[in-house]
């Protein structure tokens, strides 16, 4: 599937700015054989005084400004065309819990795509009783890593309820799991971190969700958001397997990855420091139009 995509995170200021530096994760990934980036755009409102791209320890794309003083408003756009490789649904060869132990034992690999780094706790993502003990009951019959991670992501879902208002940025994935209510960035990293406990690697995906109007309605410029989920390692023969627990589904053709963490602050869209004197509002929208052939 072939998309537009158009980000625009916007601030305002209650006062001029001083100086800052600023690391934005928002571009999307070139993944071989799932997506290809055709062409993208990445601008800043006021220009920064200086620009560096790199790619962080994951491979995730990173672009680094240097922010001059006195700013007022600030605005993020970014513009892409993406093409999205849908997901074939595959045979289940992953092995149990107890084979997946031997083949992580016997996988040596530290790289970007090693599953060691996704398996204990991350700075966002740590051990949760209640979460464990939920991953346990709603896991107990499954045979293989892959129903693990398929079952446990529908338990969640059924579990939580999307709410925006029940939960911040910060807010600790065992405090949305008691609350059983949050938006994705808690459902992938509640996931993830039920998955861990289960000696399962998982990671946390960020990216976009195109999203359909209800029948009947017009498709409205905007309403689609940044999207989170997690990912599974299930062994050496199956890999990483990506599931959407918000939506209960693998992900497919219709997300579209920006990088891979270990949790949300491994790949948060904006980071970084701006000397502030004074409030500031921010606004954030996304629009994904697939392109017609």
């Known amino acids: 599937m072939l998309y537009d995509l158009r980000l625009v995170i916007s601030y305002t200021f209650a006062r001029p700015s001083g100086a800052g530096r600023q690391l934005f994760r928002v571009l999307p990934a070139s993944l071989r054989g799932q997506q290809q980036v055709l062409s993208e755009r990445l601008t800043l409102t006021p220009a920064p005084a200086e620009r560096h791209d790199f790619r962080d320890f994951f491979d995730n794309r990173v672009v680094e400004v240097a922010m001059p003083p006195g700013l ?16 074939a649904e595959e045979m289940d060869l992953s092995p149990g819990l107890d084979g997946l132990r031997a083949e992580l034992a016997a ?17 966002r993502v740590g051990p949760d009783a209640a979460i464990t003990a939920f991953a346990q009951r709603a896991t107990a019959t499954c045979r293989t890593v892959r129903d693990v991670v398929m079952t446990y992501g529908r338990a969640l879902h059924d579990h939580m309820t999307f709410d925006a208002r029940a939960t911040e940025v910060d807010t600790p994935p065992e405090v949305a799991f008691a609350l059983r209510r949050g938006v994705c960035q808690d459902y992938a990293m509640i996931m993830t971190a039920g998955l861990r406990s289960l000696g399962v690697p998982s990671g946390y995906v960020a990216g976009f969700l195109r999203t359909l109007p209800p029948a009947g309605k017009p498709r409205l410029q905007g309403a689609d958001a940044m ?22 589904c693998l992900v497919g053709g219709d997300h579209v990855v920006v990088g891979y963490g270990r949790d949300y602050g491994d790949v948060a869209p904006v980071t970084g420091r701006l000397r502030l004197d004074g409030g500031q509002s921010s606004t954030h929208t996304v629009d994904i139009e697939a392109v017609k052939p």
Do not use: Q
């Open 227 to 248: 999207h989170a989920w997690a990912r599974a390692w299930c062994g050496i023969e199956t890999g990483w397997l990506e599931y959407d627990p918000t939506n209960a």
């Open 72 to 87: 007022t408003t600030l605005k993020i756009e970014m513009v892409a065309r993406v093409n999205r490789s849908a997901e």
């Open 107 to 123: 996988t040596r690999d530290l790289g970007p795509e090693s599953p060691h780094h996704c398996l204990g706790p991350s700075p």
